[in-house]
């Protein structure tokens, strides 16, 4: 096992090997600087990363790596200069890429997010936006359009519909695709709306599926799925390609809904709550 190790179990023997020091990763796209290179021209880009060490509760990966909390970040940030500069959201994101086949997955999106009619009860603020994203900078295209509304009341999220445009070149499996992408939304939807492990000083308390909030079947919104099949080009992976647009898509709707600007996942009613008071 040598004198360091990451495994828990060697931590807790009688005697005890030591933890492994935390290290950074270089690989390109890997750990939590994955998706941190906006795939937008942008000049002067400058992108850092800061390695903690001796944490005293012991982190791991959560699906899609850094991916998800980058994504949220950036295509944030992409809506929020656009209202600064005075400019369309989706035009802003057009006008900063050079890839055609981005450019389609976003536009093919939007047209089908600003047909769609949404049921709108009373009671509720309703708003709808989209997010963007190449996996890795180098696998599926992907964009996520979202439509929710927000109770005034109790400030709970309700997801209503969401349109997914994806390009993962040339299509083998249709209906395969078409889950995968559909399942990675439900799940980011789940962390972005619920999920949240609560921790003490040195572990974590949440023990227990029971009490350990997540989405369920109600809560789930309709959603469609635009496939753009790249006859002759080759597959690209698709695996985890919706999980990063998907917080921000969600975040973006709920700024066009409120507009509150939230940067903490998840979106608590409680937390929404304290940023309408602010």
Not at 71 to 79: C, G, Y
Not at 202 to 217: E, G, R
Request: proline share 4%.
């Amino acid at each position: 096992m040598g004198e360091a190790s990451n495994l828990v179990a060697a931590w807790q023997k009688a005697d005890k090997v030591p933890r492994a020091q935390a290290r950074s990763l270089l690989a390109v796209h890997g750990g939590i600087h994955r998706n941190a290179d906006p795939y937008y021209e942008i000049p002067e880009k400058r992108i850092i990363k800061n390695l903690i060490k001796d944490k005293k509760v012991r982190t791991s990966s959560t699906r899609s790596l850094g991916a998800f909390a980058n994504v949220f970040a950036i295509e944030s940030s992409m809506n929020e200069l656009a209202l600064t500069n005075g400019q369309n959201a989706i035009q802003f994101r057009l006008d900063h890429l050079k890839d055609i086949r981005a450019k389609e997955v976003i536009k093919s999106a939007a047209v089908r997010l600003n047909e769609y009619r949404s049921i709108e009860l009373a009671g509720y603020q309703y708003g709808r936006s989209l997010a963007f994203s190449r996996y890795k900078n180098s696998k599926c295209y992907a964009t996520v359009g979202v439509i929710l509304g927000v109770n005034q009341e109790t400030f709970e999220i309700s997801l209503q519909h969401t349109v997914i445009s994806a390009d993962a070149g040339q299509i083998i499996d249709a209906d395969g695709l078409t889950n995968q992408l559909e399942e990675e939304v439900i799940q980011a939807a789940s962390w972005t709306l619920k999920e949240t492990v609560q921790f003490d000083e040195y572990a974590s308390v949440s023990d227990n599926w029971d009490s350990y909030p997540i989405l369920t079947f109600p809560e789930v919104p309709t959603i469609e799925t635009i496939l753009l099949n790249q006859l002759g080009a080759p597959s690209l992976g698709a695996g985890e390609a919706t999980q990063g647009p998907s917080p921000a898509a969600i975040g973006n709707a709920v700024f066009d809904a409120t507009g509150i600007r939230i940067r903490e996942i998840p979106f608590l009613p409680e937390r929404m709550r304290s940023l309408a008071l602010d």
